[in-house]
């Protein structure tokens, strides 16, 4: 094995004092996210904003060893790039390679066991210029915001979904969708309101616009990797807040149990309870928004 403890750290080090101001996040092409299911170890590089790399928490030896437990258990040791693993999740960065998203500890396992190529999913997450760029095509000041996790996909087989979509698109989206979305969302449109989604996941944004078009659902903007640790992370929340409140008077946040309402003039909200039965989820949440136009058509 290579990499001893100190030896990790000190990469680790070097590492993100090397790339410190140089490297930058951007977009793979179609046929890169596509094509590309292995990458060199030396192209990968460990993200300088995960805890990972603090000095101060740094890397989990324990969690490390486990891997490598899990990978010789697969009789690996003899042929380390024959590992059967979930990919690690990566960013295309400038000027080369790619940025760890999830996945540091089966990273450096692989680094300690001699591992020359290692699986990866590359993604193209949202960045700040992408919601400044969504932003700039908004034509409504209404807004519906949705949690893919949590709302729109289902999270267990028993939820009610819709329709699974045919061969071979349900071989490339997994997910599928709570029932009643696409019908709500069509719905929420047509009375003046853009939609955006978001997700903690490190889906790419092609990923998630090109599987609800195939339900024709058009999202106004979408915001992938929420949870992901980031340089100036609050700061960055707070200007997409900004952003936000300044394109639109009105916000709804739609979870699976409660329809919020803010208004960007006020601190005063408005919430509303979903009390019925999960297939009428979809129903009850457009009852109410229909309430919101149908009383300000009244005024």
Not at 167 to 189: I, T
Not at 273 to 282: A, N, Q, V
Request: charged share 30%; net charge negative; glycine share 6%.
């Amino acid at each position: 094995m290579s990499d001893n403890k100190s030896d990790l750290n000190a990469f680790l080090k070097s590492e993100t004092e090397k790339w410190d101001g140089i490297m930058v996040s951007v977009k793979a092409s179609i046929p890169e996210r596509m094509l590309i299911k292995k990458v060199s170890i030396e192209k990968l590089h460990p993200n300088p904003d995960d805890e990972f790399c603090w000095p101060s928490i740094g890397p989990n030896f324990s969690i490390i060893s486990d891997y490598e437990a899990r990978y010789q258990r697969y009789g690996t040791m003899k042929k380390p790039d024959e590992i059967v693993e979930e990919p690690i999740m990566v960013e295309k960065v400038y000027p080369d390679g790619y940025r760890i998203l999830n996945g540091h500890h089966r990273w450096a396992a692989y680094r300690r066991i001699g591992v020359k190529k290692i699986g990866v999913s590359i993604v193209n997450l949202t960045q700040a210029t992408d919601i400044e760029n969504m932003l700039k095509s908004s034509k409504h000041d209404k807004l519906i915001t949705m949690d893919l996790d949590e709302v729109i996909f289902c999270q267990n087989e028993n939820e009610p979904a819709e329709k699974a979509l045919p061969f071979p698109f349900n071989r490339m989206y997994k997910e599928r969708l709570h029932l009643g979305v696409p019908g709500f969302l069509h719905e929420a449109s047509k009375h003046g309101y853009d939609i955006w989604v978001y997700t903690a996941k490190y889906y790419s944004l092609e990923y998630i616009r090109a599987y609800l078009k195939k339900y024709s659902i058009k999202v106004d903007g979408i915001i992938t990797g929420t949870a992901r640790k980031m340089k100036d992370a609050e700061a960055a929340k707070k200007k997409t807040a900004e952003l936000l409140e300044n394109t639109y008077k009105e916000t709804i946040h739609v979870d699976r149990k409660v329809v919020m309402r803010t208004f960007s003039d006020s601190a005063e909200f408005e919430d509303y309870e979903l009390t019925g039965p999960d297939t009428e989820w979809s129903r009850e949440v457009m009852n109410i928004i229909r309430g919101f136009n149908g009383n300000e058509e009244d005024q």
